[in-house]
């Protein structure tokens, strides 16, 4: 006789999202959240258009557009099978930048949250931090010159912002080579906060910083400070800092009353134009 399956609930999240243009002329981030039909399920994603191609704001926007079609059509793929659906949605991304143009390229960082999971696919150097009771642990790698530095043991972590060369990426959706992410899953705690970024949030800053801003001011506001913090400290170069904050858990001892909100459903897709 099979055992009946444990009843799990699924995880409530307060979410937070902001977007800065930096020092840049065009906004080339872009950053979605998308409930799966149903509310079963929540799929985030955020885009970094690679400024050195024509059409980098052409190649997020693709990836955003893309990933909005696909969870209201093949939502049910990500519950039987999450890591090969996301797998699944990088190659259609990657095909729809190509057919679209001949030189928009980006980067992808997706999660998928159901239930107390987290399944996740990277690209590029757009990031995803998993944080608990103030500690890191994990974050995705970059496919990027400095990654491989850092691998090396020829740099540590905290000189990869401003390395000559941090911008030099070999991974990416859209051109000739066919899409290699990272994917991997871990589960989810009441309490744990996840972080999405670009580069230009990441460069300027700290991991404690994603922390003690979400603790005080909860996930809408400290996405809007810290984005806002990156670019002042980025200065007249500042690149394009896209953040999105998404907080586990609705009753967490010892979090300060009334810190958590119920879950918003609906979709947010946030850039400046």
């Excluded at 980098?56 to 696909?70: K, M």
């Excluded at 999450?82 to 980067?107: G, V």
């Excluded at 906060?193 to 506001?221: K, M, N, Q, R, V």
Aim: one cysteine or more; proline letters at 5%; charged letters at 20%.
């Amino acid at each position: 006789m099979t055992p009946p399956r444990p009843n799990i609930s699924p995880i409530q999240w307060e979410q937070g999202a902001a977007s800065q243009l930096g020092g840049r002329q065009e906004q080339q981030d872009r950053c979605g959240i998308f409930p799966a039909p149903a509310q079963h399920g929540l799929l985030v994603i955020l885009a970094d258009g690679m400024g050195g191609h024509l059409d980098g704001a052409l190649g997020a926007q693709i990836v955003i557009d893309v990933a909005d079609e696909f969870i209201q059509n093949s939502s049910a793929t990500l519950h039987t099978d999450p890591a090969a659906a996301l797998d699944q949605l990088c190659r259609q991304i990657h095909d729809t930048i190509n057919d679209r143009s001949e030189t928009a390229r980006s980067t992808a960082v997706l999660a998928w949250l159901h239930q107390n999971r987290v399944h996740w696919l990277n690209i590029g150097d757009s990031r995803l931090y998993h944080f608990r009771r103030g500690r890191r642990l994990m974050r995705t790698r970059d496919h990027s010159a400095v990654q491989l530095l850092m691998d090396l043991g020829e740099i540590d972590e905290t000189q990869m912002a401003t390395h000559p060369a941090q911008n030099r990426l070999y991974r990416c959706l859209g051109g000739e080579d066919s899409p290699k992410p990272d994917m991997g899953h871990f589960a989810i705690q009441n309490g744990d906060l996840l972080a999405l970024c670009s580069d230009g949030i990441w460069e300027h800053i700290t991991e404690t910083e994603f922390w003690t801003a979400t603790l005080d001011h909860g996930p809408a506001t400290a996405a809007r400070l810290l984005t806002e913090q990156a670019v002042q400290r980025g200065g007249s170069t500042a690149d394009n800092a896209t953040l999105v904050l998404l907080r586990a858990g609705a009753d967490t001892a010892g979090d300060p009353p009334g810190w958590f909100q119920r879950f918003m459903g609906g979709l947010t897709s946030l850039f400046s134009r």
